[in-house]
């Protein structure tokens, strides 16, 4: 990756983004010195345009900023960089320099689900109800996607919303389990209903 440092006179801003959340964490700035320390540690380091050096996040409070990936803009002026965050990252104490709280949307957590399953899928740890699902094999794990979707619809035509919620959650869960099993995930259902919701899309 090049970047230009000379066009913004030796210094590129940085955006900080937190590689989970997606939340932008904060705005710094770095020289081509703080660009080639954050590379080789993997931490977060920024050039301090008020002490006139350079400063490694967290170096004294221990909220580091510890590098997922980096990315220039189409100007090689810019940086993207993220980050799992360790603490707060604002030295006023929030997580963000904006005083937002990090925290992933809802449908994030499906991700999370997602790489749960699928370590359980690879450890397979005895005792747990995912693992029994796994090995009682596709025609099972079908059925209880059956059962689960049959039991939320007769919640939503004679039951309660919140039966009609936890019915289906147990539905969205089997519904994973058996995605894993067949090899893909929850994000490929997601892919076909962004490719149905754009203009011209005819149904296979």
């Known amino acids: 990756m090049t970047i230009d440092f000379e066009k913004t006179g030796g210094l590129v801003p940085a955006i900080i983004q937190d590689a989970t959340t997606k939340n932008v964490l904060m705005l710094g700035y770095m020289n081509k010195e703080a660009y ?8 977060v380091t920024f050039f301090s345009r008020s002490r006139n050096c350079l400063w490694t996040k967290g170096e004294t409070s221990g909220n580091r900023l510890n590098v997922v990936s980096m990315a220039a803009d189409c100007d090689n002026d810019t940086l993207l960089v993220k980050v799992n965050p360790e603490g707060p990252t604002c030295h006023k104490g929030t997580d963000t320099c904006w005083g937002e709280a990090n925290t992933p ?8 689900l997602q790489d749960f399953i699928e370590k359980r899928h690879m450890e397979m740890p005895e005792g747990s109800y995912t693992t029994s699902l796994f090995k009682d094999g596709v025609n099972r794990m079908a059925q209880k996607v059956g059962e689960e979707a049959l039991e939320m ?9 919140e039966r009609m919620i936890y019915e289906g959650a147990d539905m969205l869960y089997h519904l994973t389990v058996l995605l894993t099993h067949k090899g ?21």
């Open 36 to 43: 080639e320390k954050t590379v080789e540690t993997k931490t």
């Open 105 to 112: 949307g809802p449908l994030a957590f499906l991700t999370e």
């Open 153 to 161: 619809v007769i919640e939503a035509v004679n039951g309660t919303p």
């Open 184 to 204: 893909m995930r929850i994000e490929d259902l997601v892919r076909e209903l962004q490719q149905r919701h754009t203009p011209g899309w005819k149904k296979h």
